[in-house]
């Protein structure tokens, strides 16, 4: 498992004699279900969009009592969607 992996070494200066154990900010928990589930969806060729795209929107909507949802594959796409919208969709309720 990733969690268990050894500590990194960071070198302190110039030569590899400086070298010290850290530990680090954050080490990734990814269990070996997560890991056939990123590798099926790569092997599907659906990596931004498709069937598992809208399983999780719809997972979403349902998690927040059924409010429409959508995602976006990256922040930058995030600023451009409420510009698709029309106005009567962007009523705060």
Request: with cysteine; aromatic share 6%.
């Amino acid at each position: 498992m990733i969690a268990n992996a050894p500590l990194h070494t960071v070198n302190s200066g110039p030569s590899n004699s400086g070298a010290r154990s850290y530990l680090p900010f954050a080490r990734p928990t990814i269990d070996e279900e997560t890991i056939a589930g990123v590798a099926e969806v790569l092997r599907s060729g659906w990596i931004t969009s498709g069937p598992n795209v809208l399983k999780f929107e719809q997972a979403l909507s349902e998690y927040h009592g059924g409010r429409p949802t959508r995602v976006v594959a990256s922040a930058t796409a995030a600023p451009n969607w409420p510009c698709r919208l029309p106005v009567s969709a962007l009523a705060l309720r």
